[in-house]
């Protein structure tokens, strides 16, 4: 079983250059999405290192929380819905985490990310169901690791460098080679034989204690115990310098003949470590391995060097970690499925997950009495929106119609078959959006040009509604409101805004866009600081999935009402609106206000409106299709519920 080890660290070179060229468009959108919140990294075998170096990364580039578990411990956590998630596999196939990734989807966190080092697995199949999943899938040149990892290990350290320094300005972009990065000044040879020269101590004693300072070290260490445990390479406890401190400095009193000292230093641990060191017993063999910069590098550096050391130990012992004799218990423990186990519920599947997204919680937690009255709300929402007639359909364009990925694109085929079905069954449909002349070149180019006097678009929050059919006319500067005349100016002039933001102005308009997505709740935060006067003038500010708006009294998306109830003839009340961002202050809260409408992401607190009645793990335009498919139309009145005799587009 397996590949001889040395054989796979041959081919670390080639997976450096490899991994720092890969396509991995995907996982970048779920690590963009991760940087305002804190992240929960889950890995199995080799692949836990790779979480702990993730968990470092995020923490040390976002200043947010994060932890590093796995898969059986990830699916005791609770409240993961406001948590990025990322999940590492080099093979895609075993139990645990096709497991986790099922419980993760259902448990539907801000973002989920999950990168897989092998095409064509069963936990590509199963991410590609789900369209907000940020799934990356690639193979690694050099084949599949043998029974430790090695090469994958290196390539997810290299993808999470990129994907983190492509969405953050903290991290420096480097030119570096794998060589000068690990053996600094030397030839790598010449720097592999010193370090087995300089190791070769630590391996005839049967112990080793490997310490280390700051979290740069902790997936290098990780990685350590986890090859000295899975091939059986001797015996290993790994902690950091403080942590040592407090007891575990007995192991050396006492079995000191028997154990090796090992210290990863990073440049902020030289202090720590040397004073730590100076007072261990002369007659432990101690060995410092300087991996230099406190940051991604410095932890890509002591990772490489943990598998140098690995081998090492191996090598003196005997053994080839690439190539074990597993024994038949070991391979039955390993296949055990322990995720197939569904507790029965008192909820069918969309009551369930339409009052977890509804209260935040799942309904395990809540009292009887509260889950009750979810239960009444939300059965008399439906049962209105089912005997109800509507006389347009309104619809948010960004999020709902469009995902990030098509933002500046072409939507794709799958929604223009939706959209085009409803409309050629006579519905009109409105649409609201804070974009402009993209937007009605993105639709034009989606729909067939026979059904543009259909659509009524609300662009720039309502400040131009026209029908498809007409061009649109942006509005002359000189039009300005004069309120938005000045806090622009007031934006403009105000420093904090400028580094962290950029602005366009429209007549009606300013959307503050942040330059880094992180800092999208701290930009709010001070538009909304510098806009707060104006507020009682009937100025607002909200938050697109992209920026923050600030917009002129009267208007905003639910302004597209009144026209549309003109070209209709109906009153504003008989529309069905959908749309992304419910929650106040989110910029469809008041398109969401109506008595009918639906979430395909967050929902407002008002138990009368705006539920979410997607499936589980099913979000924005694929939850928007889902919506569509249950909406029919006749003689121009549209109803929810499918028409007798037709299936959903998901069974045909």
């Not at 990168?115 to 193979?139: I, K, W």
């Not at 009551?351 to 939300?378: D, M, N, S, Y």
């Not at 708006?549 to 529309?575: C, N």
């Amino acid at each position: 079983m397996g590949k001889p080890y040395w054989s796979d660290l041959e081919n670390l070179q080639r997976t450096w250059d490899w991994a720092h060229q890969a396509e991995m468009e995907n996982f970048q959108r779920a690590v963009r999405s991760s940087v305002g919140s804190r992240l929960v990294s889950i890995g199995s075998g080799g692949s836990l290192s790779v979480a702990a170096f993730a968990s470092y990364i995020h923490n040390l580039y976002t200043t947010q929380g994060s932890e590093a578990v796995s898969p059986l411990h990830a699916a005791e956590l609770q409240g993961v819905r406001d948590a990025a998630v990322f999940l590492f596999s080099a093979g895609g196939s075993n139990p645990d985490v096709l497991g986790i990734c099922r419980r993760l989807i259902s448990a539907e966190p801000k973002a989920l990310g999950v990168l897989c080092l092998r095409a064509g697995s069963p936990l590509g199949r199963l991410c590609r169901q789900y369209e907000y999943v940020g799934f990356t899938e690639l193979d690694l040149p050099s084949g599949k690791d043998g029974f430790v990892a090695t090469n994958s290990l290196l390539a997810f350290a290299i993808l999470l460098h990129r994907a983190y320094a492509d969405c953050t300005y903290a991290i420096p972009k480097e030119e570096t080679t794998l060589e000068q990065l690990i053996a600094g000044q030397k030839a790598l040879g010449d720097w592999m034989n010193d370090l087995r020269r300089a190791s070769a101590p630590l391996w005839k004693r049967e112990h080793l204690l490997v310490l280390y300072g700051s979290r740069a070290a902790e997936a290098a260490t990780r990685d350590m115990e986890s090859k000295f445990s899975e091939a059986a390479i001797g015996p290993i406890q790994v902690t950091d310098f403080r942590n040592f401190a407090h007891g575990r400095h007995h192991w050396l009193d006492k079995r000191g003949a028997e154990t090796a000292v090992l210290a990863f230093i990073s440049e902020q641990d030289k202090e720590i470590a040397a004073r730590t060191l100076k007072l261990l017993p002369r007659k432990i063999p101690t060995l410092k391995i300087d991996i230099g910069r406190h940051r991604s590098y410095g932890a890509i550096k002591a990772l490489v060097s943990s598998l140098f050391l690995s081998g090492f130990a191996a090598e003196a012992r005997g053994i080839d970690p690439g190539r074990p004799r597993v024994i038949t218990f070991g391979r039955e423990i390993y296949h055990l499925n322990i995720w197939n186990h569904r507790q029965k519920g008192r909820l069918n599947a969309t009551e369930e997950v339409a009052i977890e997204r509804k209260t935040g919680k799942p309904v395990a937690f809540l009292a009887p009495e509260q889950l009750e009255h979810w239960r009444g709300e939300f059965r008399k929402f439906m049962s209105g929106l089912r005997e109800s007639t509507f006389d347009a359909l309104v619809l948010d364009y960004d999020g709902t119609i469009c995902d990030e990925k098509y933002r500046f694109g072409a939507l794709p085929k799958i929604m223009s078959l939706s959209l085009n079905r409803i409309l050629k069954d006579g519905a009109r449909v409105g649409v609201a959006t804070g974009r402009g002349d993209s937007v009605r070149k993105a639709l034009r180019e989606c729909i067939h040009r026979e059904l543009w006097p259909q659509v009524t678009v609300a662009y720039h929050n309502g400040s131009t509604i026209s029908n498809l059919e007409t061009e649109m006319v942006d509005s002359s500067d000189l039009n300005r409101s004069d309120r938005i005349r000045e806090l622009a100016t007031k934006l403009e002039r105000s420093y904090v805004v400028s580094a962290i933001a950029t602005l366009k102005s429209k007549p009606d308009q300013i959307s503050v866009i942040a330059k880094h997505p992180g800092d999208s709740k701290r930009i709010y935060d001070i538009v909304c600081s510098i806009a707060a006067a104006d507020f009682i003038q009937g100025i607002s500010c909200v938050k697109s999935s992209h920026s923050v708006d600030i917009l002129s009294r009267g208007f905003g998306k639910a302004a597209i009402f009144q026209t549309l109830a003109k070209v209709v003839s109906a009153p504003q009340g008989s529309f069905l609106c959908i749309g992304d961002l419910g929650a106040w202050p989110g910029n469809d809260y008041q398109l969401l206000g109506v008595p009918y409408s639906l979430s395909v992401l967050e929902v407002s607190q008002d138990p009368g409106t705006c539920w979410n009645i997607a499936p589980r793990g099913v979000r924005n335009s694929q939850a928007t299709r889902f919506l569509l498919d249950q909406l029919h139309c006749s003689r121009g009145i549209i109803r929810f519920g499918r028409a007798s005799g037709r299936k959903p587009r998901s069974e045909r």
